[in-house]
């Protein structure tokens, strides 16, 4: 038989869901619109929480941020899943290709051997720093309301991870993939009085129980002097030591953290932006812990950089925390 | 640097790239970093017993899961640019789909949730991280998910509101509820809930009907999602086996806490699996194989095997195993001829099946179909085409565990109900069976705070007392649009349309379409 | 009792020869063609080596390349550089 479609069956009834639609209008939305607004549970549920009775589960009482609708934090990259390995997969092919051409023309290994040290001291052990982060970002995926913000939390758990396992590669390099540089590195943050003060606010941060404290403290604060520190000034300080090579290592960190800029301060803006409780408690969370972050990382400087290097870092986290409403203390920027 | 030892191995090198970026705190109490991994009674002497279920470093996932999107998005573009949904079978098919995006896809999204947080809980820093893994993969298949059905929204009626309807209609509670039953028990128990008795045991059972099905019926952008999610899965299921292993390895004292879990979620997945159930037998167009078919590979004969294998640690099969082996002659009758009866209060279409179909029907179940259930469903029949349709319209009892209505019978006489009840400090509940009843008895302050819809609809919490209130303001159901009975719907006109064709007095359009 | 292994592809050109490689290594192993998947089951055990993947594919094959086309596993998995080994004990 002879079939005739009629052009009106092939119309659609309806551009989007209503949820989406509730909110953005019944036209054609993105997949980050459809992938990320309201598909999280919000009501009705069944039991409460063996392990936190007092709340049921996607309480949005697991912060004291109040929002009237958590949905307002975006992700200015517009991240689902495919978006987010898309974009990780070009990222990590281009670290890959960096590694093995030190590899290949053993840039590490033909570093003197107290270079060699000096990496396994001052930069191999912030994977450790990395996997705190990791498991930071987790808890908060696990903890908050909005897809858009959960998300993006997830997508940096998995990347800090990443992260880490770039950074542990360093000395894999550096031992022939032995595992011994790693060893040795260990030491250090267990025992080396430079990476105590970092060690124990990392391991005060993992007992955070606020999950918006907690990505404040780790994704604003600590990275936001941490980052610059380490993969820009610790950096170039390294070049100067002849070991420009290892930025290559190192591409990777500082790609991610321009990127992660841009989803930090956008959080932070909306959030802050919501009232001014907010606003105020987020101002004693950044009281709180700012200097906790600039003490751990003290060290780090004066043993590379200087100190002026970090004071110059801050004053410039100053300056963006200020752009959202928020002052950091201890300061002359 | 000389080099000194031996090159690492693929097992040792990922030790290294993962747990071995832990340590062993010192300013802070392990027990305040991980409060949770103590309240159930496991007990874990040595975390680097370990075995990591797979071993994928973040380039390397990133690498591949990015390859497997890139595949996907390519279909549904081409899908949604050549109308795709017109090649289906038939618009009935699509009923399977709504069931899906509004039943299962906010599971994913559950998983999600749960495995971020057991990621962060473990003080097993190889455990956090194949969680971690899990809980990204599971948001991957709840956003694909929403993508996949996209299109379809566009064309068909009932798609459009799923999360919302899940947190609220009464049948999408019989999988939310199972899901917060998990999430809300301790770690542990997630991971045997989920990883092992949902991912390892049950989850064929989900996947692979519904992906046959989608193949089986033209619908191209399902298959290749489904198949695309369960390329994560054998990973998932790698996990589970781990979990479990691990466990039982620990401490002999964990062995009677495994077993009592493994009990309470096989019953609930098995209950939870009554809708894929009636899904395969009713819903496709096209069939596949039938539900008892898919129970007897998938479950009888690989869990049996599984469980061959986890005797040595002193597991035996799940308690009322038997009785679930029984009714799968039965659940799937059963559960399509209550949802065709309560069809005003869901977001889907029901409708008989035709004749060929029940003579289908008849050869799958030999022994049950005629016997029990042609009769009622060829009066129904009768009844719609001389349009007395049968609604139901008074609210079933549900169960208080497993929250499906009372309307599973006897293993040993099906013309009778399996009916429990329990009285819990004065209150009377009521089961569909001696496995939901125990499973309320284990943990009765656990499952006294269910929010039954029907309860709720009652006491006022639904927007209304009627049902047509509680249906269209409440669930946001277009009565009649989206749901009731599929022949002279919306949706059939459109398809009717679509496929040229007039609309026919009886039923067989599909037969002329073909 | 009978106590069968199994692993689920894709039906697509990666599972031809993944199937090829298989059933070369796994000679009693059944395969079943089913809706958009092929399934290989085998009494207690299967394997799948690197080594006849990569003769059979005429390149370098990393067993983790697999892990794309699978749909569905049954048995303990034992995985290394090598192989892939599906089990029951
Ligand atoms: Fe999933
Ligand atoms: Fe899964
Ligand atoms: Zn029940």
Known sequence: ???????????????????????????????????????????????????????????????????????????????????????????????????????????????????????????????????????NNSKIAGDAIATTVAQMHMFAATDRLGIGQYLSRIALLLDGSTGKALDESKTFWMDDELWQPMRKLVEDMLVIDDWFELTLVQNVLLDGLMYPLIYDRMDAWLGEQGAEDVSLLTEFQRDWFKESLRWTNAMTKTVVGESEGNREQLQIWVTQWEPRAYEALKPIAQATTGLDALDEIRAELSVRLKKVGLESTGVQA | MAIKNKKLNLKDKYQYLTRDMAWEPTYQKKEDIYPDEQFEGIKITDWSQWEDPFRLTMDAYWKYQAEKEKKLYAIFDAFAQNNGHQNITDARYVNALKLFLSGVSPLEYAAFQGYARVGRQFSGAGARVACQLQAIDELRHSQTQQHAMSHYN??????????????????????????????????????????????????????????????????????????????????????????????????????????????????????????????????????????????????????????KDLERYGIRPPKYQDVANAAKNHVSHQAWGTFYQYSQATNFHTWMPEEEEMTWLSEKYPETFDKYYRARFEHWDKEQKEGRRFYNNTLPQLCQVCQIPVIFTEKDDPSVFSHRQIKHEGERYHFCSDGCCDIFKNEPEKYIQAWLPVHQIYQGNCGGADVATVVEKYYHINLGVDNMEYHGSPDHQRWLDIKGLKPLQSNSEKKTAA | MSQKVFIAFQDNDNARYLVEAVMQDNPEAEVQHQPAMIRIEAEKRLVINRATMEETLGREWDVQEMLIDVISIGGNVDEDDDHFILQWN
């Open chain 1, 1 to 135: 038989m002879t079939i005739e479609i009629k052009t009106t069956s092939v119309e659609p009834i309806r551009n989007t869901y209503s949820a989406i639609a509730r909110r953005f209008g019944d036209k054609p939305a993105t997949r980050y619109q459809e992938a990320s607004f309201d598909i999280e549970a919000k009501t009705n549920f069944h039991y409460r929480p063996l392990w936190d009775p007092k709340r049921t589960l996607n309480d949005p009482s697991r912060t004291a941020m109040q929002m009237d609708d958590w949905y307002a934090v975006t992700d200015p990259r517009q991240f689902f899943y495919g978006a987010y390995v898309g974009n990780r997969a070009k990222m990590q092919e281009a670290a890959e290709s960096n590694f093995g051409f030190c590899d290949k023309r053993n840039l590490l290994t033909r570093l003197p051997e107290e270079t060699q040290h000096q990496l396994l001291r001052l930069l191999v052990p912030l994977r450790h720093v990395e996997l705190g982060a990791n498991m």
């Open chain 2, 154 to 307: 566009k064309h068909f009626n009932g798609l459009h509101d799923a999360a919302h309807q899940h947190d609220r209609i009464w049948f999408l509670s019989v999988p939310k509820s199972f899901f917060d039953d998990a999430r809300s028990a301790g770690p542990f128990e997630f991971l045997t809930a989920i990883s092992f008795s949902f991912e390892y045991v049950l989850t064929n059972l989900l996947f692979v009907p519904f992906m046959s099905g989608a193949a089986y019926n033209g619908d191209m952008a399902t298959v290749t999602f489904g198949f695309s999610a369960q390329s994560d899965e054998a990973r998932h299921m790698t996990l589970g086996l781990e979990v479990i292993k691990f466990i039982l390895e620990q401490h002999e004292d964990n062995v009677p806490i495994i077993q009592r879990w493994i009990d309470k979620w096989f019953w609930r997945g098995f209950r939870l699996l009554s809708l894929v159930g009636m899904m395969m037998d009713y819903m496709l167009p096209n069939k596949v194989m039938s539900w008892a078919e898919a129970w007897e590979v998938y479950y009888e004969q690989n869990g049996g095997a599984l469980f």
